[in-house]
């Protein structure tokens, strides 16, 4: 069975490119310039059913503004919550669906930046 981890990861990330009006990253490149999204880290748990295996992931992703107050922060999460209950097709494995279970904003100690955080549960198959 093909495990769908690499195949996921970069999907989601060409979906979310798509559907944010700002970049969004795996890694952050040097002098970026605000607003971005990062894709900060994983977790993924085994998920079985009888006859197949089921994985359960937690994407975790940042939002960082530098424009004065939480409204972009807000509106690019707004855009992320769309690929609420959609799927997309994957180069290996199915995915089954995918959720976005928290939404959260804060103001940075600098108190220039707003950070916006977004957690998406996916569940995958294996082909």
């Known amino acids: 069975m093909a ?3 690499k195949a996921l990861h970069k999907a989601l990330l060409s979906q979310l490119n798509s559907i944010c009006s700002c970049s ?4 952050v490149p ?8 990062v894709m900060d880290y994983t977790i993924s748990a085994n998920e079985d059913y009888t006859n197949y295996r089921v994985d359960r992931r937690f994407y975790y992703l940042s939002i ?4 004065p107050g939480q409204a972009e ?5 707004e855009e992320i919550d769309a690929i609420h209950n959609t ?14 279970e928290r939404k959260e904003t804060n103001r940075e100690p600098d108190n220039l930046t707003f ?8 569940l995958t198959t294996h082909s």
């Open 30 to 37: 040097q002098n970026v310039s605000y607003p971005y999204v």
């Open 64 to 67: 960082w503004s530098r424009s």
């Open 87 to 100: 799927t997309f097709s994957l180069d290996t494995g199915l995915m089954c669906s995918i959720r976005v």
């Open 24 to 27: 969004v990253y795996d890694g």
């Open 3 to 5: 495990e769908p981890t």
């Open 73 to 77: 922060v807000m509106g690019i999460i």
């Open 115 to 122: 950070q916006g955080q977004v957690t998406l549960r996916v």
